[in-house]
């Protein structure tokens, strides 16, 4: 089974109208009914504004990450830059679903939400038991 999620990039907090699409299908990309959860994720970014590395980031560091950061402030000494690799501040939303009797989870109360970066994260099972996991950032 493959299942996945679309939600659009950008939302704008003052529309309460976003959704997220669910799509489950077998591997014939044939849709079939399946129940999971969704779930959203405030990520923690970096504690300072950084810009994006204008090089590629080395094997090993040759100065420490004081030094580093007194050098050169606005870089990433690690991949903290890397939207993929912030922490999970804060679960700000959950829900269940079942694609039998929709393919669509309203995000309600978006506007209360504060901005940055969210991972939207769908936990399922398929037929035999297997776990399943689709995440967006």
Do not use: C
């Amino acid at each position: 089974m493959q299942a996945s999620i679309t939600i659009d990039e950008i939302l704008d907090k003052n529309t309460d109208t976003h959704q997220i699409a669910i799509a489950t299908k077998n591997i014939n990309g044939t849709p079939i009914f399946n129940k999971g959860t969704i779930s959203v994720f405030k990520l923690k970014a970096p504690g300072r504004p950084l810009r994006n590395r204008p090089w590629a980031f080395p094997d090993y560091p040759i100065i420490n990450q004081k030094e580093y950061l007194t050098k050169f402030p606005y870089e990433a000494y690690k991949k903290e830059s890397n939207v993929q690799e912030w922490e999970k501040e804060k679960l700000v939303f959950t829900s269940s679903y079942d694609t039998e009797k929709g393919t669509k989870v309203p995000l309600n109360s978006i506007s209360k939400w504060s901005s940055g970066k969210y991972m939207v994260v769908l936990h399922t099972k398929d037929s035999t038991g297997k776990s399943i996991k689709d995440v967006k950032l």
